[in-house]
């Protein structure tokens, strides 16, 4: 959610339908910035010309400026698909789910849900930028390193369905269905619900070829022999954790955002800060202070936990992240 150089201006129809989405009188908006918001939703910063109270019951209800998140026409109509099938109920805004989830069972810094629906998410404004300083990064591992020690409750785990990995309901990433089952054992959750998932929904997308499907078959059937149930159990995992999703001021992180949660392994977590170079020595150092990083990590498991966010990326952006994937492959003869 970086801001770009220059200002978006709001015709009078998109300020009656932002009013009213907002729940304010059109000429109480001052202006409408334009926010990257990446390819499934259009993110506005929303300035208003004197704060308006979204939380009368909140002494710092009133704000001078709010985040609206609006769902692209494609999103909507995936979300509407994999979320109600026959049903005539609206789907969820899962986002803002995630994000009162965060905001009440843990310590993670994320935005505040001032109002959601379908189609929208309106959150507050968190100060600063996504670069990734030293410091920051120190303080990002301490965040981090915090969330993954919270756990199933023990009340849920214990019932018949809700054991240990997985989620009380299906996130997403990007604009991409994470099927979150509640799941014995860590590696068939990444073997069925990540990777096999993922990449048969690529393959029907006509993304990977029978070959490359035959190779990712080989290794799931062989993961056992690299990748461990993690120490300690199922750690509360933020799911798509790289640089613009993290926000800060100074050395200070101010708030983490598009969370794609569920109960798995803190190495996924981990290993998708290297994907795109966002964490380095300082977060490794500091995160391991307070975590054990499992063995093997910088070796081959950083890849391994790496095919699944690449799958993704060949699902968003094309197949030109596939000859990553069989690179990663190639490394443990697959």
């Known amino acids: 959610m970086t801001r770009p150089p220059s200002n978006?201006?709001?015709?009078?129809?998109?300020?009656?339908?932002?009013?009213?989405?907002?729940?304010?009188?059109?000429?109480?908006?001052?202006?409408?910035?334009?926010?990257?918001?990446?390819?499934?939703?259009?993110?506005?910063l929303i300035r208003f010309k004197k704060p308006v109270n979204f939380d009368a019951s909140s002494a710092d209800g009133a704000l001078s400026e709010v985040v609206l998140k609006r769902q692209t026409l494609q999103t909507l109509q995936t979300l509407q698909t994999l979320q109600t099938g026959q049903s005539q109920e609206p789907p969820q805004n899962i986002?803002?789910?995630?994000l009162e989830f965060l905001a009440k069972e843990t310590m993670l810094p994320v935005p505040r849900v001032l109002s959601a629906a379908t189609a929208y998410l309106v959150m507050s404004v968190l100060p600063g930028d996504s670069v990734m300083t030293s410091g920051r990064q120190q303080d990002a591992a301490r965040h981090i390193a915090a969330l993954h020690r919270f756990q199933p409750k023990a009340e849920i785990a214990k019932t018949e369905r809700q054991k240990s990995y997985g989620f009380a309901y299906?996130?997403?990433?990007?604009?991409?269905?994470?099927?979150?089952?509640?799941t014995d054992s860590w590696r068939n959750f990444y073997r069925e619900q990540r990777i096999?998932?993922?990449a048969q929904a690529a393959h029907r997308e006509g993304?990977?070829?029978?070959?490359?499907?035959?190779?990712?078959?080989?290794?799931?059937?062989?993961?056992?022999?690299?990748?461990?149930?993690?120490?300690g159990g199922p750690s509360l995992v933020h799911g798509d954790?790289?640089?613009t999703n993290i926000l800060g001021v100074g050395d200070a992180v101010t708030g983490?955002?598009?969370?794609?949660?569920?109960y798995g392994h803190p190495a996924m977590d981990l290993a998708f800060g290297t994907l795109f170079n966002t964490f380095q020595e300082p977060?490794?150092?500091?995160?391991?202070?307070?975590?054990?990083?499992?063995?093997?990590?910088?070796?081959?498991?950083?890849?391994?936990?790496?095919?699944?966010?690449?799958l993704v990326h060949v699902r968003l952006f094309g197949g030109g992240y596939v000859s990553d994937i069989e690179r990663i492959l190639k490394r443990v003869g697959c």
């Not at 986002?95 to 995630?98: F, G, I, K, R």
């Not at 993304?207 to 461990?228: A, E, Y």
């Open 241 to 243: 954790l790289w640089t």
């Open 170 to 182: 299906d996130t997403y990433l990007g604009e991409l269905l994470q099927p979150n089952p509640w």
């Open 8 to 44: 978006t201006e709001a015709t009078q129809s998109e300020l009656i339908l932002l009013a009213k989405i907002l729940g304010v009188d059109s000429t109480e908006i001052q202006e409408v910035e334009a926010l990257h918001g990446g390819c499934v939703a259009s993110v506005s």
């Open 196 to 198: 096999w998932y993922m």
């Open 256 to 262: 983490f955002i598009d969370p794609a949660i569920y």
């Open 283 to 310: 977060f490794f150092k500091t995160y391991a202070e307070y975590r054990a990083i499992p063995e093997g990590f910088f070796e081959i498991v950083k890849d391994l936990y790496n095919l699944y966010p690449l």
């Open 207 to 231: 993304l990977l070829s029978v070959k490359v499907m035959r190779r990712l078959d080989k290794f799931c059937s062989r993961l056992d022999r690299w990748l461990d149930e993690p120490e």
């Open 95 to 98: 986002e803002a789910l995630a």
